[in-house]
């Protein structure tokens, strides 16, 4: 089984619904953080935590929340989502010694 | 602050041909450095790391990356390629304190394409 889910692998969903992507880890890894993927503009950070208390903003957090219900499980939202939150959203967890991060395989969101 | 530079958006090389993917770093301290490989429909794969000693570091699929301080790079190479290689690569810098990386930047990555 894969350390690191996420459902869905894709949506498809209108402007101004709510959508919840989610992610669970199996790593046991206290720190976990949710990317966004455009072409062209590679990774960037949307929310990370470090322990089911501890939930930090990235470089675009704005039009996103998250929460963090467990030390495996780490949700992210859209409240109103937008066309331009159109791309690939991946989650990672990371070992915090060194810092390597571990993703899993992406949900894939269309906002029309 | 912390930022890392890809400056080939887009490779082509011939299967058996050599390989080297640039990355550029800005990182006051000594950096924690990453090599990421993302195949079609996949998400993102580690393929070495660099924290410190060696500055010659050996990763899966025959990669390795060279970590030259003084010209702040972290350059991916493989001898011969394989069209299984055909890929994006992302290069990373960890950003923290205190010795361990709290986040990681993330180049805009660099598309390789591998012809027969």
């Known amino acids: 089984d894969a350390d690191v889910t996420q459902t869905p692998r894709n949506r498809i969903t209108k402007t101004g619904k709510r959508i919840m992507l989610e992610c669970s880890q199996t790593k046991g890894h206290d720190r976990m953080y949710w990317y966004r993927q455009d072409p062209g503009l590679g990774l960037q950070l949307i929310y990370y935590s470090f322990d089911v208390k501890d939930i930090n903003k990235g470089e675009i957090s704005d039009g996103y929340s998250v929460s963090r219900q467990a030390q495996a499980k780490f949700s992210l939202s859209l409240e109103s989502a937008i066309p331009n939150q159109t791309a690939l959203y991946f989650c990672?967890?990371?070992?915090?010694?060194?810092?390597?991060?571990?993703f899993g395989p992406g949900t894939r969101l269309t906002v029309l | 602050a912390q930022s890392v530079t890809q400056p080939d958006i887009h490779i082509t090389v011939s299967e058996g041909a050599s390989l080297e993917l640039r990355c550029n770093y800005s990182y006051g301290a000594t950096p924690y450095l990453f090599w990421y490989v993302q195949s079609p429909g996949q998400g993102l794969q580690l393929l070495l790391k660099?924290?410190?000693?060696?500055?010659l570091v050996q990763g899966i699929k025959g990669f390795e990356a060279e970590f030259k301080r003084s010209q702040s790079s972290f350059n991916l190479r493989k001898p011969s390629v394989h069209w299984s290689d055909a890929a994006e690569y992302f290069c990373a810098v960890g950003a923290g304190n205190g010795g361990a990386t709290n986040k990681l930047i993330f180049g805009t990555g660099t598309l390789l394409a591998v012809q027969p």
């Open positions: 990672a967890t990371s070992d915090p010694s060194r810092g390597t991060q571990y």
């Open positions: 660099y924290f410190s000693g060696d500055t």
